[in-house]
């Protein structure tokens, strides 16, 4: 099944100040992951929440899962030092 990707408005704010090389990076990412949904169970975080993360690189993308709209919702990206404060 494949999934649609929606981005917070601040994520793409974010991602314009991104590194090109990290920034081709981090779409390919993002465009295999709505075809090809990662298993949610190794992908959780760790709390009461519904996140989940993946890695490319140094960066991180969190994202929650939607099944009953198919959409994967982004809802921050950066670099693995401080993407996780403030969530």
Known sequence: ???????????????KRFPKRDLVRIKKKIE????????????KMKGNNSFHKIRTGDYRIIYEIHD???V?????IGHRKDVYKGL
């Open 68 to 70: 009953d709209r198919v």
């Open 32 to 43: 295999e992951l709505g075809q090809n949904l990662p298993d949610p169970n190794t992908t």
């Open 72 to 76: 994967i919702l982004i809802v921050k």
């Open 1 to 15: 099944m494949t999934y649609s990707i929606e981005f917070r408005p601040a994520v793409l704010k974010r991602l």
